[in-house]
């Protein structure tokens, strides 16, 4: 890292002046003396922490200077420190475990099969929807099925080849064992990442795309309609649209791709890590930060049971 920053740092960090070539490897100041012993007279703060240049009075709060190099070392520095951050608070739950798992009952045998997963935790309230957030989300889907419309022209499409039961509002197919266990993670959470779909729901003219092949003989307003249906009176209060209280209101044929196919670190450890016939087990811990907020042990069974919860 700092050999990058070597090789970028061509002038004398305290005075400018060229620095020779062939100075010796890490060299930053020139041959004179002053610029030496202002540059050694300088406090650590005062310093960018990655060059040694001199700060600016609106660099030191960030501790590295403007340039490119260091800006980037910075940022190598952080996501070094946020990994380590992360591996320590794993290897701590990982001690815990046990001890935990003995003051909830569950035998010293099986204590180990509930993989940890660490996930956020959405303490946002349930609030009314305000009108003007449903006017807003409306404005947004009529303007995403005008684009899809006019896309779909220029994809040529096909509706004959293409076209769904417009009474498909696709009953879910019955879900594995692993695929209900995220779905109770993601409950648990009481969906931290749906609190970035805001109006739009993550909605998109792509979706619209896949909504107009599956309803062909719907036109725009039955189209709004059988969205809005799914509305609810009270959402989550920084949330989506369709986020109630006990998860998502919106049939799952209607949302966005990302709604299905996105997992945060938290499902990300559980999914595809259990082995054919392992239990479906799972230790749910919810954090702040670095501090656990609450945590409870999920397992579920082969049959499409609610989850078994001992908080």
């Not at 002053?34 to 609106?58: D, E």
């Not at 200077?65 to 910075?74: S, V």
């Not at 004959?160 to 993670?185: F, K, V």
Request: charged fraction near 25%.
């Amino acid at each position: 890292m700092l050999a990058t920053i070597e090789q970028t740092t061509t002038a004398c960090v305290m005075c400018g002046t060229p620095l020779r070539l062939g100075r010796p490897a890490g060299t930053v100041l020139c041959l004179s003396q002053l610029c030496a012993a202002q540059h050694a007279a300088l406090l650590p703060v005062f310093k960018c922490a990655h060059c040694t240049r001199p700060l600016t009075a609106s660099q030191r709060a960030s501790g590295h200077c403007d340039g490119r190099a260091c800006r980037d070392a910075e940022m190598r520095v952080r996501r070094a420190a946020a990994l380590q951050i992360e591996t320590d608070l794993v290897e701590r739950l990982v001690r815990q475990r046990e001890l935990v798992a003995a003051e909830r009952g569950i035998p010293p045998t099986e204590q180990a099969t509930y993989r940890l997963a660490i996930l956020p935790y959405n303490d946002d309230e349930v609030s009314s929807l305000p009108a003007q957030r449903r006017a807003r989300h409306e404005a947004h889907l009529r303007a995403q099925l005008a684009r899809a419309r006019v896309r779909r022209v220029d994809l040529a499409w096909d509706a004959a080849t293409r076209s769904c039961d417009p009474s498909d509002e696709r009953s879910s197919p019955p879900q594995s064992a692993e695929s209900r266990l995220l779905h109770a993670a993601c409950a648990s959470c009481r969906g931290w990442c749906c609190r970035q779909a805001g109006d739009d729901a993550f909605l998109t003219d792509e979706t619209m795309l896949d909504v107009l092949d599956r309803f062909p003989t719907l036109d725009d307003d039955a189209i709004v309609a059988r969205y809005l249906q799914h509305i609810g009176t009270h959402t989550m209060t920084r949330g989506c649209v369709y986020q109630g209280e006990l998860g998502c209101t919106l049939s799952p044929v209607l949302r966005a791709d990302i709604c299905h196919s996105f997992h945060c670190t938290g499902l990300r450890m559980m999914k595809d890590q259990y082995a054919d016939g392992a239990p479906m087990r799972a230790w749910f811990v919810h954090r702040r930060g670095g501090h656990v907020t609450s945590d409870r042990f999920v397992e579920i069974s082969d049959v499409d049971d609610p989850p078994l919860s001992k908080a």
